[in-house]
């Protein structure tokens, strides 16, 4: 065997590696972009969410100015109620040790309790 040929099958082997390797690096990219969140300023996002058992729970939802409440189950999505985004902006989360959030007060409270009594009752599991 010679030299060139030698040269040749190795330089072809690195080339095919260095190729597989750009594949799989572009391949990873697309999908960890697919993966990512919304980008925090669009139109909708996550706020919070509190899950209420096995593939059920209230979220949060940011649409545009408003937040939306929706009850999340396995078989569908329901708009519980909606708040205003002004008022959301004003809040701050709950602390650790579980007192409401400051700009929420008792009537929103007594509003997310409410809606968690009738997803409650909705479910059967009252």
Same mark, same amino acid.
């Given at each position: 065997?010679?030299?060139?040929?030698?040269?040749?099958?190795?330089?072809?082997?690195?080339?095919?590696? #260095?190729?597989? %390797?750009?594949?799989?690096? $572009? *391949?990873?990219?697309?999908?960890?972009?697919?993966?990512? &969140? +919304?980008?925090?300023?669009?139109?909708?996002?996550?706020?919070?969410?509190?899950?209420?058992?096995?593939?059920?729970?209230?979220?949060?939802?940011?649409?545009?100015?408003?937040?939306?409440?929706?009850?999340?189950?396995?078989?569908? #999505?329901?708009? %519980?109620?909606?708040?205003? $985004? *002004?008022?959301?902006?004003?809040?701050?989360?709950?602390? &650790? +040790?579980?007192?409401?959030?400051?700009?929420?007060?008792?009537?929103?409270?007594?509003?997310?309790?409410?809606?968690?009594?009738?997803?409650?009752?909705?479910?059967?599991?009252?």
């Amino acid at each position: 065997m010679s030299t060139l040929s030698l040269a040749w099958q190795l330089a072809k082997y690195l080339f095919l590696t #260095i190729f597989v %390797l750009v594949l799989a690096v $572009g *391949a990873t990219r697309l999908w960890v972009r697919r993966l990512r &969140p +919304a980008r925090p300023g669009g139109y909708l996002s996550l706020l919070e969410g509190l899950p209420l058992g096995p593939k059920q729970g209230v979220y949060l939802v940011r649409a545009a100015d408003q937040v939306l409440v929706l009850g999340v189950t396995e078989a569908n #999505i329901t708009l %519980l109620g909606t708040i205003s $985004g *002004a008022a959301v902006n004003a809040t701050t989360p709950a602390d &650790p +040790a579980g007192a409401p959030a400051s700009g929420i007060g008792a009537w929103g409270t007594d509003i997310v309790q409410r809606w968690l009594l009738n997803l409650r009752k909705r479910g059967g599991a009252e």
